[in-house]
């Protein structure tokens, strides 16, 4: 009926926690790092095989916990059952005169990366497979900066065994 958080090095004040709790089926969350340059890349750290998965990016880290702030903003998110694709893509540059926000919306790929002129791409994926253990992306752009994503795979009650592994965000 609910779950139970051990603060480690707990906040001074009250603050926000935000979650998903979701009961059935199987799920997965972890994080990949996405290939250098154009090509497919095969996610096999999911333990069945998915029906659907989102992905998520702050497109400018490459490491998981950065030791400074970034630059800019950049959110990217994308998801797909299969057959539907959609992404979208947010960047808010700092440090200009005028204020750079730009955003694109797109139905054909699972997740697109822009730069801060928001029409370039760093990075665009097409949904290929789902596999046993995972899925199967296939970058038709990509910069050769490595950045990480994270997944939420999702799969019928009957696949493969439970996850116990997970991130709050």
């Given at each position: 009926n609910g779950f139970?958080?051990?603060?480690a090095d707990a906040p001074a004040s009250a603050d926000a926690i935000y979650y998903l709790s979701i009961k059935g089926g199987k799920w997965d969350v972890d994080?990949?790092?996405k290939r250098s340059g154009t090509g497919t890349q095969d996610i096999t750290t999911v333990g069945f095989?998915?029906?659907?998965?989102?992905?998520?990016?702050?497109?400018?880290y490459t490491t998981l916990n950065p030791a400074a702030a970034a630059d800019n903003a950049i959110i990217d998110?994308?998801?797909?059952?299969?057959?539907?694709?959609?992404a979208i893509s947010l960047i808010d540059e700092d440090a200009v005169a005028a204020s750079d926000v730009y955003n694109r919306f797109v139905t054909d790929k699972v997740i697109e990366q822009i730069t801060t002129n928001g029409v370039v791409t760093n990075g665009q994926a097409d949904h290929s497979a789902f596999l046993s253990n995972g899925f199967?992306?296939?970058w038709t752009a990509a910069d050769t900066n490595a950045s990480y994503y994270f997944y939420i795979a999702v799969g019928d009650a009957a696949a493969g065994a439970a996850r116990s592994r997970g991130y709050i965000f």
């Open positions: 139970t958080i051990n603060w994080e990949f790092t095989q998915p029906t659907a998965y989102m992905l998520f990016n702050l497109g400018t998110i994308g998801g797909t059952d299969g057959t539907t694709e959609g199967r992306l296939n």
